[in-house]
């Protein structure tokens, strides 16, 4: 395989180009038509530097078992992007189909110093982004840095979704 290989996992509408488009919806533009939450992908070990994957965690009733998966296909230090809705905004909530819920923690437990006793799939966590509501990181943030997370922790909605960028530890 001539690379880099990268992998958009639950593409929908969101097509981008250089990636392989995985949805289990046969739409325009993707390549593979599989069930994330089926086991195994139809992918061989270690191929792809990157994965992509935004707004389908949260639908996947197995998070531990896809995670292990995304490992399982990331090359070593392959980097793994994810984003979900915060868990404290009501689109979080909005959608019948989510079944999981994230914080700003919720990777950790794939790091190297987590007790993780149930997986093997190893990420270390390099950034987590968070999205606010209105962009209220500009009025509030920027003027008054230290106020920010006393909004983030006492008014809901603020936080929209967070992007985790992840790097397979292998």
Do not use: C
């Not at 992908?41 to 531990?64: C, G, I, K, R, W």
């Not at 909005?94 to 990420?123: I, M």
């Not at 909004?151 to 936080?159: I, K, Q």
């Amino acid at each position: 395989m001539g690379g880099p290989w990268r992998l958009n996992v639950g593409s929908g509408m969101d097509i981008r180009p250089g990636y392989v488009n995985v949805d289990r919806v046969p739409l325009a533009g993707v390549d593979v038509v599989m069930d994330a939450s089926q086991r195994p992908f139809p992918f061989q070990d270690n191929v792809f530097d990157a994965v992509y994957m935004s707004h389908v965690l949260e639908h996947l009733p197995d998070t531990l078992g896809t995670m292990e998966e995304i490992h399982r296909i990331a090359r070593p230090g392959a980097s793994v992007i994810v984003v979900v809705p915060h868990y404290k905004h009501a689109n979080a909530f909005a959608d019948p189909t989510h079944v999981r819920f994230f914080t700003e923690q919720s990777f950790d437990y794939f790091g190297t110093n987590a007790k993780s006793y149930y997986s093997k799939a190893r990420f270390d966590v390099i950034r987590v982004e968070k999205q606010y509501q209105y962009h209220i990181e500009k009025y509030v943030g920027r003027p008054f840095p230290r106020l920010l997370p006393w909004v983030e922790t006492f008014l809901d909605n603020t936080v929209v979704q967070l992007t985790f960028t992840l790097r397979a530890r292998k």
